[in-house]
């Protein structure tokens, strides 16, 4: 069977799209986020601003002139600025047209060559980004993570330059190995189990900012930089959050250890063959069980659980990348070629 070379160009095209279209939308999310930081330091300095009147006159501050109530100081989502609200809609709205255009360049990159397109590291990047951010866009549906654009849509862009820059690879056929129905059940799991795991990681990350930021505060040191964090939610509400994106990916994860071991099986007459793909993949299942293990068990939650997870993501990026790149064996397929 050839490979549709009409298709296979288009797929490129599509991909080079939705680049230039992420990269709108990244800057879109950037310009909100940096829009409150503003609101939050013009409230600081309001803050300033009232209490030195207070202290100079009869008035006590939080109240104006002639005694009028003055706005509270912590804006509410519907006291930012319009202009502002205008730009997460428009990254949000940059960011389906971008998500459209790289779901046209994964179909059509399968279709080139009539298969699942998954057949090497090129294929992979594609599609797991495309994943992340579908995963991203059906979760604003449940929660308001609007706030999460920058740092989700920024790795999904590296991740496709990479692609297109270091793993491209032409379309061709699967090597006989990956000719398996088993590769559409073992390969989509594992895209959505890691989409749940790179957003899980932007919170856990913004977690641990947030949390250094609130301890400052609470020892009378308030920090002077990152005034946006004003605006996004507690490390608390992140930790939540964060937790229960890992709680759901990690039942995914271990269906995607089982699958692969049932395709190990077929394919090469081993459930387990000490592959360093499968060791670093069971290496990814182990860490994130230790974390939501100490989660459960010994009541551990902050910044001690976000070290875990931390570690862990780590490990799940460098069976992404690095073992694809630095290590031979069953699995050396899905590397450069």
């Known amino acids: 069977m050839g490979v549709n070379e009409t298709l296979a160009h288009l797929s490129n095209n599509l991909i080079y799209s ?21 609101v939050a330091n013009t409230a600081a300095a309001r803050d300033k601003e009232l209490t030195r ?28 600025p319009t202009e502002k609200r205008q730009t997460v809609a428009m990254a949000i709205m940059v960011t389906w047209l971008a998500f ?33 951010i579908g995963v991203y866009l059906i979760s604003l549906w449940r ?68 949390d250094r930021r609130q301890a400052l505060a609470a020892a009378g040191r308030p920090p002077t930089r990152g005034a946006f964090m004003e605006k996004l939610p507690t490390a608390e509400v992140l930790d939540r ?8 990916a990690f039942p995914l994860w271990t269906f995607t250890l089982m699958a692969g071991a049932i395709w190990a099986e077929k394919a090469w007459g081993r459930y387990w063959n000490w592959d360093p793909k499968e060791i670093w993949s069971f290496i990814i ?17 902050g910044r001690r659980a976000a070290y875990l997870a931390c570690v862990a993501f780590l490990c799940l990026m460098f069976n992404w990348f690095g073992v694809n790149i630095f290590f031979s064996g069953l699995h050396s397929y899905a590397g450069i070629e």
């Open 18 to 38: 939705a680049m230039a279209a992420y990269a709108v939308a990244l800057i879109a999310f950037a310009v909100d986020l940096s829009g409150r930081g503003r």
């Open 53 to 80: 009147v207070g202290a100079s006159g009869p008035e006590v501050s939080g109240a104006g002139a002639g005694g009028r109530e003055l706005p509270p100081t912590s804006f509410a989502a519907g006291d930012r």
């Open 100 to 132: 459209a255009l790289h779901v046209g360049g994964v179909v059509t990159r399968g279709l080139s060559v009539d298969r699942a397109p998954w057949g090497n590291m090129y294929e992979f990047s594609i599609s797991g980004a495309m994943v992340v």
């Open 143 to 210: 929660a308001d993570l609007r706030f999460l654009g920058t740092f989700v849509v920024g790795p999904v862009l590296l991740s496709l330059g990479l692609a297109v820059a270091v793993f491209y690879t032409d379309a061709a056929q699967l090597v006989p190995a990956l000719q398996s129905t088993w590769l559409v059940i073992h390969v989509s799991v594992a895209f959505v189990a890691s989409a749940l795991f790179v957003i899980g990681f932007s919170l856990t990350v913004l977690q641990l900012v947030q």
């Open 241 to 248: 959050t964060s937790y229960r994106l890992y709680a759901v």
């Open 285 to 301: 299942w182990v860490a994130y069980a230790a974390y939501l293990h100490a989660r459960a068990t010994r009541g551990w939650d």
